[in-house]
């Protein structure tokens, strides 16, 4: 293997795929960077087992490739080629990589024996299961993957629930205290249930190009795998029934009521800072609609909080109250892009929802209530 | 109390005195924000009983006081203040703050007695034992606390040694790996010595407007006082007897060595993340100078750097090797601002210096050398 590049291009690569390379893995090759160089491009693998990334640097005007060849460096040639500003030439002889950094600089790293490394999965990269507009899949994560669970009880409630049929896909999430929902049309027949960790779809939405398409390719139980350009994305799916959520969601409701979305968020997030309280405070505040919407908080060790916000427009029960956690609501808030939001109310000791009035996406922001005295 | 103030304002009043409120103190007052409110201004002040920040607002456009008065604030008043955008009104009643923020928003805050808020020592403002401009007092913070210890065996060098003497200040710092001293004039007779925690001088860095003056207050053994502007900083003294540093820097030299300071940090820099190596890894590398400074790591686990850096001017011994803590070295050339610095050198086994060529203050940073195979 023997090749030249620009520092900056070989560590944007780099960047990449390091970010699921854990440097204290008890498998220590997949502490290095996985690197293959043939005569059309050059191809970096991070790794941590269950989570991969795979980038494809075309050979071009700062990449020139004079032998191919394959390897694994050490996590160290992320730091080393970060700090290097020009171009580097890279040079395997046996298991030791030479690199060249004009008359200045020479780094010799110990490699590891790529025959050892983890193969990643194949599949057929011109039949993607679906293909996503990188905005869309950005909204369609930011909407859902906040309300997974952190908890390790239940590590399905970890992940997303993708489901497609009929022309439909739709994107379930819940930690079992709330559940988000959206639903959009696709030019698609292909059924598929899957469930993807939200952590690696906020990994993605970090990392991926989003003016570009993002590929999902569903071919196995296990896996599943993402493209967005040039770079590749590979996650195990959670295994296990996806709890049913379908029914979970009402279609009748005591009261409506339309709100502006801006400043219901602004007055929770005043309040929440009081709500959250000393170590151990609930975070819960409770919403009194009765000619105006008051959300209150009472933490005897510190005080109390008041927020007045006008509704504009309230249907059926026109006196009610609920209690809820303030975080639950702000994340549910933060995740609408409308204006106005409808707040639809069951029953003090029922599940609520939030929806937009007007969206691209049929979208609906679940969380059950907190009984109070 | 009652006053009116703009919420902006208040927020970054609360800001600056808040950096040394610990909201898990064990003294509960100690978590909240002491306010006095006079007809000429209104006084915050925070405090983890061994540094306090005090705040001065005068009276004006945006502060207007109705009644004067004292009270302790629980520390929420800080995340609520910083999420209101107007003015706002407070009004003590009992022990009972009420916090009007328009029609919307109404917040109470159980407040402490005020009584039970640790006293501040008095001094005489209008004497300080030293006045600094503020670009200074950076300068020297910035060569010598890094220098400091961090453990607590020693608690003495985790602190700055401040000394002056006929018309010269000296500020001194070590560790006992390494040592940065600044010497410069002063129009001050009274002898003083002090030391003063390395974090707290770390922290007024950061708080002070550098633009303005800071002066110095020791009236007494264990506190030292420092203002800028309206706000007023307390910390204690570390008391005990600093080591006597005095002798430590030599005058004699086998080699003197003129070097460009950034081309020799950036190539110490590449190759730091090589000497650091794996967990364990020692950070240190070999400097060989023989026509050229050659800088050299090996890690046997990874593999081996080498970085060559051509210097300026070379007398004395011209083939000599000697190793050490790479961070060591970049903390000491970061703190220069000189392009060329002088490194100079007694053998391998003794200390060596790196000072500027040219520089406002007489500064020497002191690294013990690692003896290798």
């Known amino acids: 293997m023997h090749f030249k590049i620009g520092s900056q291009l070989f560590a944007d690569a780099l960047k990449k795929v390091e970010k699921v390379v854990n440097s204290k893995h008890n498998i220590p090759i997949l502490q290095g960077i996985f690197l293959k160089v043939t005569e059309q491009e050059i191809i970096c693998i991070g790794s941590d087992s269950t989570e991969s990334f795979r980038y494809h640097i075309p050979v071009g005007e700062h990449v020139h490739v004079i032998t191919?060849?394959?390897?694994?460096?050490?996590?160290?040639?992320?730091?080393?080629?970060?700090?290097?500003?020009?171009?580097?030439?890279?040079?395997?002889?046996?298991?030791?990589?030479?690199?060249?950094?004009?008359?200045?600089?020479?780094?010799?790293?110990?490699?590891?024996?790529?025959?050892?490394?983890?193969?990643?999965?194949?599949?057929?990269?011109?039949?993607?299961?679906?293909?996503?507009k990188g905005t869309d899949f950005n909204s369609l994560v930011k909407k859902t993957a906040f309300a997974a669970s952190d908890s390790e009880i239940r590590p399905l409630l970890q992940g997303v629930h993708l489901i497609t049929e009929n022309n439909c896909m739709k994107w379930v999430c819940t930690d079992s205290h709330r559940l988000s929902q959206v639903t959009t049309k696709i030019d698609h027949n292909n059924p598929i249930k899957l469930v993807i960790p939200a952590k690696s779809l906020d990994r993605l939405v970090k990392t991926f190009n989003l003016q570009e398409d993002v590929r999902v390719y569903c071919e196995s139980d296990n896996q599943v795998i993402f493209k967005n350009?040039?770079?590749?994305?590979?996650?195990?799916?959670?295994?296990?029934?996806?709890?049913?959520?379908?029914?979970?969601?009402?279609?009748?409701?005591?009261a409506e009521m339309k709100i502006n979305r801006k400043e219901l968020l602004e007055g929770l997030d005043r309040i929440s800072g009081l709500a959250n309280g000393v170590d151990g405070g609930s975070g819960v505040v409770k919403l009194h609609v009765n000619g105006v919407a008051t959300i209150t908080t009472h933490q005897s060790q510190i005080g109390k909080g008041i927020e007045a916000i006008e509704y504009e427009e309230l249907t059926g029960?026109?006196?009610?109250?609920?209690?809820?956690?303030?975080?639950?609501?702000i994340d549910a808030?933060?995740?609408?892009?409308?204006?106005v939001v409808n707040f639809k109310y069951q029953g003090n000791a029922r599940p609520f929802l939030i929806t937009p009035t007007s969206s691209e996406f049929e979208e609906t922001q679940l969380i059950l209530p907190v009984r109070t005295m």
């Open 333 to 339: 808030l933060k995740a609408i892009d409308d204006d």
């Open 229 to 254: 350009g040039n770079l590749f994305f590979y996650s195990r799916l959670l295994e296990g029934n996806y709890p049913d959520t379908s029914r979970l969601i009402p279609n009748d409701f005591k």
């Open 68 to 132: 191919p060849g394959t390897t694994v460096l050490p996590k160290q040639i992320i730091d080393i080629t970060k700090k290097l500003k020009k171009d580097l030439e890279l040079q395997l002889r046996d298991c030791n990589l030479t690199i060249k950094y004009g008359k200045k600089s020479e780094f010799n790293l110990n490699t590891f024996d790529p025959e050892e490394y983890p193969r990643l999965p194949k599949f057929d990269i011109d039949s993607p299961t679906l293909t996503l």
């Open 317 to 329: 029960e026109d006196d009610f109250t609920i209690s809820f956690a303030a975080n639950y609501m």
